[in-house]
């Protein structure tokens, strides 16, 4: 659970850095294009790749901490198999 909050705090701080890191005006990447999704897709660039970016991370948040149980899981099916002595 530490892990997933660690994870968390570096991966909001590394997505932090990451939008301010240009001018907010300036597209990351561009298509060279005249087609309007395309288009569309080129001039709002920075929120599709920021989105993606805090998708990813929650979703790598959310696997820590789902293994984080899962081990528990096991940990505690395994302690009730011990006999007593």
């Given at each position: 659970?530490?892990?997933?909050?660690?994870?968390?705090i570096?991966?909001?701080?590394?997505?932090?850095?990451?939008?301010?890191?240009?001018?907010?005006?300036?597209?990351?990447?561009?298509l060279?294009?005249?087609?309007?999704?395309?288009?569309?897709?080129?001039?709002?660039?920075?929120v599709?790749?920021?989105?993606?970016?805090?998708?990813?991370?929650?979703?790598?948040?959310?696997?820590?901490?789902?293994?984080?149980?899962?081990?528990?899981?096991?940990?505690?099916?395994?302690?009730?198999?011990?006999?007593?002595?």
């Amino acid at each position: 659970m530490v892990a997933a909050f660690v994870v968390g705090i570096v991966s909001g701080a590394v997505t932090m850095a990451f939008v301010l890191s240009t001018p907010a005006d300036v597209p990351l990447f561009t298509l060279s294009v005249e087609s309007s999704i395309l288009l569309w897709i080129a001039e709002h660039s920075r929120v599709i790749a920021t989105t993606v970016l805090a998708l990813l991370m929650s979703f790598g948040i959310m696997s820590i901490l789902s293994n984080v149980q899962y081990i528990l899981a096991i940990r505690h099916k395994s302690m009730q198999n011990i006999p007593d002595i």
